[in-house]
């Protein structure tokens, strides 16, 4: 599993749920998931959803071991550009 690309978000929305970044993740050889979000809730800890179909449905859901898994490296590589750019927090 890998982050392929993630880009933050420069006008993080003003919801209960912070914007950070979105992201592209390679979950194995034969699967990729394009336009993935990073979010940040109000108590501080980090969640990430995969894109939503037309309608608003959900397209993928992943279970609680590999959400936290994507999550993880989703904050990770946020956090090693953050620190490249001279930021300090994933707030």
Do not use: W
Request: cysteine-free; overall charge neutral; aromatic content about 6%.
């Amino acid at each position: 599993m890998q982050v392929l690309d993630l880009k933050p978000v420069a006008h993080r929305s003003g919801g209960r749920m912070l914007h950070v970044a979105n992201f592209d993740m390679q979950l194995s050889d034969n699967v990729a998931i394009y336009g993935m979000r990073l979010l940040r809730a109000p108590n501080g800890d980090h969640v990430s959803y995969a894109p939503t179909a037309l309608g608003g449905r959900r397209s993928v859901t992943f279970g609680g071991p590999l959400a936290e898994a994507i999550t993880a490296a989703a904050l990770r590589t946020f956090m090693e550009l953050d620190t490249a750019n001279g930021a300090t927090s994933a707030e």
